[in-house]
């Protein structure tokens, strides 16, 4: 019997990915698995069904078909409480987690006990750069909060020479500049913008400057001994604060990433510094979902004040689903071949340590410390 991997329809509201696509799947079942597709999974993403019936997938009507005698199943959004129930014991679910803000499915995996790896826990070695499925979706995320800020601007982003005059290009500000961001930059001069990026990891300017933004920096030397960073003092930090402040209000679009992963997101822009921006200034908070890095933002809207429009973006991967889906099924892929052994079956003991770190829920126990530690009344 192969083993059957499942891919089940993404139910959240505006989830327009899907685990797999039909190049992944042919590979899989070039492998001898057996992969099963629930019907119209794909076609948010624009991965019809046929392709996948011509990949080698079989299409499943429903979740009961799709998931009886499934040992995996792979997803982009956290299982519910209802998809656990559905799952039998021992059924691997690979997919994001967000383990800390979902403790009650957390647990329910726990209690049916499902094995669960959630893919915001591979650890950034460089071995698993092709399962970084964090780093896949916020590539997508940079490039289409870079698209929405130049579709919302109401200024040319390139410099234009024309008989009708010369236009100056727009300036673009993006704060937080890891993944997201610098594929924000990224996009940003492509489109031909001025390019101003700030970190407060200062190893990010060489690579804000290799793309050939500008880094913002303090004129103040902040090496301390031995070569190393030391922290600012509180004058340098307020210096700090007036130069992001400074750039921002002198800034036609502002695209901010910066999260700290399972906390509230860092304010960046206070209600003051909106009432010191240009008329007609974007702001796209990537950051919307975890609290924002705007004061101002609110989540899954878009709002105007001081003449500032300020989006608070949801799920920015889900707007350009079929190559996220295409990046995140082959993340999905890199992390499965983890999980078999030379003949193709399942392995017994997760000793990898990229399986190890982002094994979440495994033979009812929650293997993950800082959920197990907050589903036991502690804090993050
Ligand atoms: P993230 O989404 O957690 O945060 C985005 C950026 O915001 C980060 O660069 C962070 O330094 C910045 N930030 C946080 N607080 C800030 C503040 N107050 N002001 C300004 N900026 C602030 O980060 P990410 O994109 O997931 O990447 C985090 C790091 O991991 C980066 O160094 C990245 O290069 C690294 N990374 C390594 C690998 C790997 O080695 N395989 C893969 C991906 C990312």
Known sequence: ?????????????????????PEVVQKLTKSGYEVRIEHDAGTGAFYPDDLYIAAGAKIASGPADLLDGARIVLRVQPPTVADIDQLAEGTIVIGFMNATSNLETV??????????????LVPRITRAQSMDALSSQATAGGYMAAILGAGNCPKFLPMLTTAAGTIRPATVLILGAGVAGLMAIATAKRLGALVEAYDVRRAAGEQVRSLGAKFLELEINAEGQGGYARELTPEEKVKEQQMVSAAVA???????????????????????TVAMMRPGAVIIDMAAESGGNCELTQAGKAIQAHG???????????????HSSQMYAKNLQSFL????????????????????????????????????????????
């Open 250 to 272: 002198r800034a036609d679009i502002v695209i901010t990433t910066a999260a700290i992963p399972g906390r509230k997101a860092p304010v960046l822009i206070t209600r003051e």
């Open 337 to 380: 071949a983890l999980l078999f052994d030379k003949e193709g079956a399942i392995i017994n003991e997760f000793t990898d340590e990229i399986l190890t770190a982002s094994l979440l829920v495994h033979a009812g126990e929650v293997r993950h410390k800082p959920t197990r530690d907050l589903m036991n009344g502690g804090e993050l």
């Open 308 to 322: 500032v429009l300020i989006i608070g973006p949801q799920n920015l991967p889900a707007r350009v689903p079929f």
């Open 1 to 21: 019997m192969p083993v059957v991997i499942a891919v089940p329809r993404e139910q959240n509201p505006g989830e327009q990915r899907v685990a797999t696509v």
């Open 107 to 120: 647990a329910r995996m726990r209690d049916r006990k499902v094995t669960a790896f959630a893919l915001e």
